[in-house]
Structures are given as structure tokens and as C-alpha cells.
């Protein structure tokens, strides 16, 4: 199986910080250099899917998507039957050389596995598949954000690049919305084999939430207010039927917590 990584030109010190993370668990990577924004200006005006009327995907969004279609067409070509893809600001568990080595513990319906965490709330079924060393394969119920670290069948490889042939949509959209993924079989791995450095370390911010969060305090998106009390009840009603509905359908409402970074004894 590839595990490609995908990295600028302008940023050897996410390359270096991938090579020490992958040297720390003791296997390999491939370099994918990604597509960079500021280099192809004329990215933000190619057609964008309907979903991103009301925010269109800023430049770097766009360029995003591209980068991680190239390595679709490596894991299309390939001959192995999954390929891991990973942006370069990743922080693994200590155990993820182990997972990442061979695909045996893989579930054979299994479209894509998300092996992050954005420490969001989503929901997953309640049962459970073994993946060996202390992680378990469930199957996605709702978005969970970010695609910083998946894997993915070669078919669906070539779906997405059929799919995004001449439309451009936001990557963790395509693959993790329920609207977008459905007829798919999307699993989680919990807990989650790696996670963003912004959410572990705080070394290495994220380049699309800078840009994102620039955009949106110009266009004065940035400055909450505090709902009133009749929405905050509505709301958390609705949070309670959400939750019977979730144990009557064998759901369970769960943020994807992270293995240890750190190996113990």
C-alpha cells in the first residue's frame, strides 16, 4: 500500500516534520508535491459545486483538491487495492506503523477508512470490527470533518476523480458529507491512528483555516452572538431526540478521541 503525502513546494519544514513523524513509526512515504494556490490564481475560477453557492472555495481550497486528485490517480494505477493519503501536518499514534504496513486489517466492503479525528462530534454505528492493536473499525454515520489522513479503495480513486473531472468541491465534503458519500461504505478508525499538529502539538497551523478565518473577518463572519434563551432550549431539545433517535437505530454520538502519540508501557 502507497501512503503519499502531500506537501508544497514552499514548506520544507512540513516535509521535515512528516519525515520525522513517519521515522517514528518506522516505515515510509511517498512525497506528492501539492498544487499551490499562489502559483495558479486561476484555480478559484473553475466551476465549484452547487453546495459552495453561499461560500464559494477560496483558491487554496481549490488547489487542495487538486493535490489530493493526484494522488488519486497514484492509488487508481496502483496495483494494490488501497493507498493512504495524508497532508503534511499529521501527528501519529505511536502504533500507526503497525496498521499502516499492510491492509489485512481492512474491512473487504470498505470504500474509504478515515484514520483522523478533528475532534468534532460525529456519529457511528454501535458496532464494532476489530482492526487489531487496540483499534476498531465502525462504520460513519454523519460528516466528521477533514481529510488529512484517510484511506482509500482503488475504485473509489477513480470515482473521485470522475466526480471531480470538471467540478470542483471541498475534499472532506466529497468524502465525508452523508449527502455526498451516499451509496458508499465509509468506516472510522477508533480510536483515530493521527490527527492535525494544530490539535496535538500547535506547531504547525493550518493553512486553509488561516485563509478561511482572513476571509471571513472581512466579510464580518467571525463576530458571534449568544443565542437567546428560547433557541438554546429548542436546541437542546432537539439534541435529546437526536440521541434516543441515535441508541434506537444502534447509533452512538462519540468525538473520535486519538491514540497515544507517546508509547507506553
Avoid at 26 to 36: K, L, T
Avoid at 161 to 178: G, K, M, S
Amino acid at each position: 500500500m502507497k501512503r503519499l503525502v502531500i506537501n508544497l513546494d514552499r514548506s520544507p519544514e512540513r516535509l521535515a516534520h512528516m519525515v520525522s513523524e513517519f521515522g517514528r513509526i518506522g516505515i515510509g512515504f511517498e512525497r506528492i508535491a501539492g498544487i499551490d494556490a499562489k502559483e495558479h490564481p486561476e484555480l478559484v475560477l473553475q466551476p465549484q459545486h452547487a453546495i459552495h453557492a453561499i461560500r464559494p472555495l477560496s483558491g487554496s481550497e481549490v488547489a487542495c483538491l487538486h493535490s489530493h486528485r493526484a494522488c488519486w490517480t497514484i492509488i487508481a494505477q496502483d496495483d494494490a487495492p488501497y493507498g493512504a493519503v495524508f497532508e503534511d501536518d499529521m501527528v501519529f499514534s505511536s502504533k500507526a506503523g503497525a496498521l499502516l504496513g499492510d491492509t489485512s486489517w481492512v474491512p473487504a466492503d470498505a470504500d474509504v477508512v478515515k484514520l483522523e479525528t478533528f475532534f468534532s462530534r460525529t456519529v457511528i454505528q454501535r458496532r464494532r470490527t476489530s482492526a487489531g492493536h487496540g483499534f476498531s473499525m465502525v462504520r460513519l454515520c454523519k460528516g466528521h470533518p477533514g481529510a488529512g489522513g484517510y484511506l482509500l479503495s482503488r475504485q473509489m480513486a477513480r470515482a473521485f476523480l470522475e466526480a471531480t473531472a470538471q467540478i470542483n468541491i471541498a475534499v472532506d465534503d466529497l468524502i465525508f458529507d452523508p449527502i455526498m458519500s451516499a451509496g458508499r461504505t465509509v468506516y472510522q478508525l477508533v480510536p483515530a491512528l493521527c490527527a492535525q499538529d494544530q490539535f496535538v502539538g500547535e506547531r504547525l497551523p493550518s493553512l486553509l483555516d488561516q485563509e478561511r478565518d482572513s476571509a471571513r473577518t472581512i466579510n464580518g463572519l467571525m463576530t458571534r452572538q449568544r443565542k437567546p434563551t428560547a433557541v438554546r432550549i429548542s436546541r437542546e431539545a432537539r439534541r435529546t431526540v437526536r440521541w434516543i433517535a441515535d441508541f434506537c437505530r444502534f447509533r452512538q454520538r462519540i468525538v473520535v478521541p486519538l491514540d497515544p502519540v507517546e508509547a507506553t508501557e
